[in-house]
Structures are given as C-alpha cells and as structure tokens.
C-alpha cells in the first residue's frame, strides 16, 4: 500500500475532515481497471505461498522432512484465511477507534461490513480484504524456514494463529491500516517491515527459542533437490509482481514502475550473491543464484513505490551481497539454526531494503525524497519504523513462543526428528 | 561359472554393455549404488555449509559367466570401464554353485 492508499483507506474510516480533502475522493466510484488487476494480483500473491514457497523450502530440507515442510506452508494458508476473515482483517484494517493508532478493533469481525458493494477506494472491500489476506498468509509461511525440520506441527498451528493476530495484524495495521507508523510517515510500498522484517525476526527468536537441530553443524544437512527450490524460488519471482505492483491497489503507472524496479532489483541481487559467492566459495551455486533473487525482491519490497530504476539496480546490488553474508558469515558467527534463512534472507534483507528506501526514494516517483535527494530525516523515520517492528515482534514472538512451549512443548522428540517428520507427524513418506 | 561383480563410473556403463555383447554375453544385471575406494568424496557447500559427500554414484554390474569366458570378460570390463582416472572401480570375481533359468528350469551353462 503506498500512503496515499492507506491514507484513502484511512480515510473511509476514519471520516477525517484532512483526509477527505485528498484527491483521491474520486476513487469511491468502482474502477474496473483497477479491480481486475488487483484480482490478478491477489492470485498471484496466493501462488508466493503455494506452490512457491512450499516448493523453495521444501527443496532445501533433507528428504525426510519434505512433506512436513510443505505441509507447514499449505496448512497456514488454509488457517490463516479462516482466521483472516474472523478477525484478522478487522485487526488490521478495522476503525480502532481511540485505539486506531495501535489496532483497527473487532467491529468488522467475520467481515460483517462487507457487502457486495462495500468499496475501499475503487475496488470491492471483498477484492481488497483477500489481496491483504494473501499476504497475511506468506508472512507466517515465511517464518517456518527459521525452524524447518524440528517443530511440532500442533504446536507451530497454535503458534501462526495467535502470531497472525497478535503480531501481523497489528503491525499491519500500524504502517497500512491508519496507525501510528503510517503517520510517522514511514515508507512501505508492500511490506518490507510488516511482512519481511517481521517475519524474519520471528523467524530468527523462534531458531533461538527451539534450539539447533540434531546433528547440526556435524551431519550432512544439505538440501535434498534444489530443482523444488528453483522452481519454487522462480514462482515467488513471478508472484512478486502482484505483490508489489499489486500493493499500488491500481492498475496505473505507480504499478508499472514498481514491476519494473522489481525486476531490476531482484536482477541485480542474483547477480550480486552470485558473484559473491563465487568469490569466496570458488561456484557461483544455484541455491546462491535463487537466495540472491528473493533477497532482491524481499529488499525492493518496501521501496517499489518510491525509487527509480538506477536507485533499484544499486539496492539490490546491494542486498545480494548484504544477505550472503546474513546467511553465511552471520549465521555462522552467531551459531544460530536458522535452518532456511529466515532471518538471513528476509530479516536483513527487509531492513537492508527499508533503510534504503529512505536512501532512494524520489519525489518524482513516490512523493517523498530520500537521502540523495537531500532528505536525510527520511532514512531516520525508516529506521524508527525498523525498530518498532523489531522490538514489538521479538518480544510478543518470545513470549507466545514460551507459553506454548510450557503448555504443549514446541519441538518434536529427538527419535522422531531423526526418523524425519513426513512419517512421526504426518504418516506418509516420499516414494520415488 | 563364475559370478563377476564389477562397480564402474556410471558413464561407462554403456562401453562395458557392448564390450560384454561383442563377446556374446548378453544378460547382465545392473544397479546405481553408492560407494568409495581410495577415491575420497567431495565437497559441497550450501550457503556457506561445508558438506564432505563421501559416497559416490557408482554402477554396479553383476554378470555370470562360464569359466572359458571369464578372461576376455574381465579383459573387455576393465578395458571398457578405464578412464586412467581415479574412482573407476574394482572388479570382483565369485564362484557360482548353482544357476537356473526360472522359465525353463534348465540349469548351469544352459540357463545363461
């Protein structure tokens, strides 16, 4: 969402006397353009998850373990969507009331102020609660990579549902929904704090909370078919744009130019890990070439709205280099398991892209300058929405994490994680 | 009779097939296997991980043969599965006691 669109959403709300001021009014008729691409895109968002992100983790685990990994993409979509519509939207995008700067309140829960014809802006509310549903979705999703091959499959559903609501709902709320990070003025085109940041920083406190897997460091844990992976990697590169040009909520030239950076920057990033590693481990990697790529699109994310093609060409430079070293030279000094870089790739990644938004933006493009155009305040305002988004994530991810772990344990018994999840927690193994 | 076993790069698999057919030996039964000699594995990296794979693919062929045939059946495998390279494999010689055709029930030399 840019801020014109949170602010036209915001509005409808909040009825602010400010905001119906903007000029964006005209966009309470029904725009067939806009809403036929934001269908599209809602479509694609949902292929990032399944099969995309399913297939790119569920490549990287050993055989053992690869049902269990997809299975863990496949049920928080179908979890997330129930609970998305019994109160995740209204968490997220409700009217909060006095408390509307830090949550939208339970007043539209199970989408009861959705109609047929309710708008929001010029696209069915119906249109726009999936669109942000959809990334509800692969925000959790993406947190599994951080504990792959160890978790509870009972446990993990218990713990995305209440991080949904508890965690994602607000924090989206809080830079898209009318809350108080939107306000700062804090840059996020399609959700470099609310989904990346966020989710890599869970991802990061739930590899601390559980612990390393067995054997790690010492047995062969190398990924069991990277052809899952590239494929899964690709359908996430294709999905983007409808994340991305989608998060314009329109089918205008703000949409082009965020395709068009996207492509640029995830371009540029491949290249980037790819000849770093080729550097210092002597091959350019497949796996190098794939992780380069949706570091590019994890770092263009929050800035596809608001820089030019050359500001997406140096920032995902940029990234490619930045999160090989999160997934290599990070994890390892830190010792963490973050089995599928999580933190590594979406983590750094996200706060390597927000920090930079607020370096690239251009007026022309977005209506806010960056640091290169002399507005150096606005890498500060990024930061500060980084690190409202670290603080609250990791402290309410800790704790909903060790409340689960008291109640109902959260990793899986040692025999069963050797034995392999596909068959201890859901009975079926591979046969090919 | 002799029982060979002989566990080749997986590439000469072919060379071997028609050398052994060349001599008129026809059936023969082959398996993709793991496995090391003198040849270490290698090693991988995962970003940043360092695997050592110390298993390699290798093609194992098991042949049985009558006894004037063994030499120019071990000749032909060992000519056609050389690269001059490490990790071309071993070939192992066993004695067979008994063979017998399942369809015909004919037994030794005629069951081949």
């Known amino acids: 969402m840019s801020l014109k669109n949170w602010k036209t959403y915001a509005g409808a709300f909040a009825a602010s006397c400010l905001l119906l001021a903007e000029p964006a009014l005209a966009a309470d008729k029904l725009d067939t353009g806009n809403t036929a691409w934001m269908l599209t895109s809602t479509a694609l968002v949902l292929m990032m998850t399944i099969p995309g992100l399913a297939l790119f983790y569920g490549g990287m685990v050993r055989r053992k373990n690869v049902l269990a990994t997809m299975a863990q993409s496949f049920a928080i979509t179908a979890l997330i969507t129930v609970l998305w ?30 109609g047929k014809d309710t708008l929001n802006g010029s696209i069915p509310d119906s249109v726009f609660m999936t669109f942000q549903m959809t990334f509800a979705i692969i925000t959790p999703a993406l947190i599994t990579g951080a504990f792959a091959e160890r978790m509870k499959f009972s446990s993990m559903l218990v713990f995305m549902g209440l991080w949904v609501l508890i965690v994602y709902a607000p924090i989206c ?89 996207t492509q640029i920057a995830t371009a540029a990033a491949a290249l980037s890990w790819m000849f770093a590693e080729w550097m210092v481990h002597r091959k350019p990697s497949v796996l190098g070439m794939i992780s380069g790529a949706v570091a590019g699109l994890v770092a263009i994310t929050p800035a596809s709205g608001f820089v030019d093609p050359t500001g997406a060409l140096i920032l995902g430079l940029i990234a490619g280099v930045v999160c090989f070293w999160g997934a290599t030279g990070l994890k390892n000094a830190l010792g963490y398991d973050d089995s599928l870089d999580a933190f590594g790739v979406h983590g750094v990644g996200g706060i390597v892209g927000a920090l930079l938004t607020g370096v690239f933006a251009r007026k022309a493009i977005g209506g806010t300058a960056g640091l290169i155009e002399g507005n150096a305040m606005q890498v500060w305002v990024q930061f500060e929405g980084i690190i409202a988004t670290i603080v609250y994530c990791a402290i309410v991810t800790f704790i909903l994490l060790k409340v689960i772990d008291m109640i109902m344990g959260l990793r899986v018994s040692e025999a069963d994680e050797i034995e392999g999840l596909d068959f201890t927690l859901h009975g079926e193994t591979i046969h090919d | 009779m002799k029982y060979i076993i ?29 496995g090391h000699g003198r040849q270490k594995g290698h090693t991988e990296v995962y970003r940043g991980a360092e695997y050592v794979v110390n298993f390699l693919p290798k093609v194992k062929i098991e042949v049985a043969v009558t006894e004037d045939m063994m030499d120019k059946a071990l000749e032909a495998i060992q000519q056609a599965a050389k690269t001059g390279q490490i990790g071309d494999g071993k070939i192992f010689v066993l004695p067979i006691e008994k063979t017998i055709r399942v369809r015909t029930g004919e037994t030794d030399a005629d069951a081949l």
């Open chain 1, 173 to 261: 709320h809080w830079v898209w929904g009318g809350g108080f990070l939107g306000g700062l003025g804090v840059l996020d085109f399609a959700g470099g704090t609310v989904v990346h940041i966020n989710a890599g920083v869970a991802g990061l406190v739930a590899a601390l909370v559980l612990g390393k897997r067995v054997g790690f460091g010492k047995e062969n844990m190398a990924p069991h078919n990277l052809v899952l992976s590239v494929i899964g990697a690709s359908l996430l590169w294709v999905g983007w744009f409808g994340f991305n040009a989608g998060s314009a909520v329109a089918a205008d030239n703000s949409a082009g130019m965020a395709m068009a950076v």
């Open chain 2, 6 to 34: 002989a566990v080749i790069k997986p590439h000469r698999l072919e060379h071997v097939r028609e050398a052994l057919a060349a001599l008129g030996i026809e059936g023969m039964t082959v398996s993709e296997v793991k």
């Open chain 1, 85 to 114: 519509m019994i109160a995740g939207y209204s968490i997220a995008f409700g009217d909060g009331g006095a408390g509307q700067s830090f949550w939208g309140g339970l007043s539209n829960a199970f989408l009861v102020n959705m």
